[in-house]
């Protein structure tokens, strides 16, 4: 098992390797297997391809990012309470992604998948869009879905600014900026009548 885990980690992190100095398109599995110093058969026995391999980083990102249903159920209960457990899951989210900051980079650069931006984005939408249901009627539907999609578009931007600006900012500091960003764009929406 743990040789299994190893060969499978190793060509992982060889392609999350190379990444960063070519484009994913570019990136053949003679050359991987070249550089991870295993067989074509070796990789063949984890992997399909090389955009097998790109998934399989893509979904161990997004699995391990603190839980959809633990957000769901904060923003269902929207309120003082939910808003410093919704808080408390801003810090997780960003201390996730400082320590991951190199897969996030690597993933939604320019050497990256183009569409992890938007699995991403699609994710938040998700999330964003039962926290602004409790603030329009049924008849708001289009309101919902566009608020949700711009909500959700701000929250991955500051996140995706973040990765690509490491430097500039602190988790914890990152944390409450995009919390309080999140939180006062919440109100604005749960107040509308």
Known sequence: MKIKRDTEQLIRSTLLDMLESESFFNIKVTDLVDKAGISRSAFYVYFDSIYDVLQKIEDDYMECFPGEQKVLNIVRGWSEKSGVEHEEL?????????????IYRLLSGPNGD?????KHKNRVTRITHDVVGKGATQKDDNYKKLTAAFLAGGNVAIFDWWAHHPNGIEAEEFSKFAFNLYADLIDCIQKRK
Do not use: A, C, L, V
């Open 90 to 102: 801003y810090t997780e989210s960003s201390q996730y992604t400082q320590e991951n900051m190199r």
């Open 114 to 118: 183009p569409s992890f931006y938007y």
